[in-house]
């Protein structure tokens, strides 16, 4: 079974509405963190968002916030305002303490933003 | 600041021949994945390491070995290469998730491998 369940293959969004990318995660581990990713066409993987299992509020950077919804197993990424720089291919990922600590992704949603 | 440095950076290989590839982190983390990325599958762990001396397999090890000899280093081997190993490759570290600190992964520029 899939721990983490990128339901959207691929998005289009028109410049600057915000956009909610969706996450589903699958743990029985009581301590564990969500991150997601950012990875534009030129290939790095870059950072934007964590949220950890007892954190109480939804976290948030700049621009991106997390929607942590514990009981459902969800932890969408919203983009406010979106821009062209934002188009890219967006991962969602999950560590588990109590699982060696490793770090599972999901398949990713690509973005593309339009003028 | 080097960060995670993974080299190489391009590989073309045939059926059958051997390769390593290293990656090097300087930021004195515990943690270190492998993964491969390859079109629709996001990215899948191959192997992973939580210290020196160990490894771990992830979702995907068949086909691929790892050793951890040093802190700062983590090496993946492809014994006799396939085309179904064709993929790009990423290397990252993070810290122990017990440190309080930020926890996320940090990546290398990814090796781009071709088996042919």
């Known amino acids: 079974a899939q721990k983490i369940t990128q339901t959207q293959p691929g998005m289009f969004v028109q410049e600057k509405e915000a956009v909610t990318l969706d996450c589903t995660y699958d743990t029985s581990d009581p301590s564990y963190g969500l991150f997601w990713y950012k990875q534009p066409s030129s290939g790095e993987m870059i950072f934007l968002i964590y949220q950890g299992s007892y954190d109480q509020q939804n976290a948030t950077e700049g621009r991106y916030s997390l929607n942590f919804q514990k009981a459902r197993k969800s932890a969408n990424l919203v983009i406010s305002a979106s821009q062209l720089g934002d188009s890219a291919m967006y991962f969602c990922a999950m560590r588990e303490v109590f699982r060696d600590d490793k770090i599972i992704f999901g398949k990713g949603t690509r973005l593309h933003i339009l003028p | 600041n080097a960060g995670v440095t993974q080299t190489p950076k391009f590989r073309v290989l045939k059926t059958g021949q051997s390769m390593t590839l290293l990656c090097a982190q300087d930021m004195n983390h515990e943690y270190m994945y492998w993964y491969r990325q390859d079109p629709g599958m996001g990215l899948r762990l191959i192997h992973y390491?939580?210290?020196?001396?160990?490894?771990a397999k992830g979702e995907v090890p068949d086909g691929y070995n790892v050793s951890r000899l040093k802190k700062q280093n983590f090496l993946l081997g492809l014994e006799s290469a396939a085309p179904s190993q064709t993929s790009v490759y990423f290397c990252a570290s993070s810290p122990n998730s017990g440190t309080g600190y930020s926890t996320e992964a940090f990546f290398g520029q990814g090796t781009r491998l071709t088996v042919v």
């Open positions: 390491s939580v210290g020196e001396g160990t490894t």
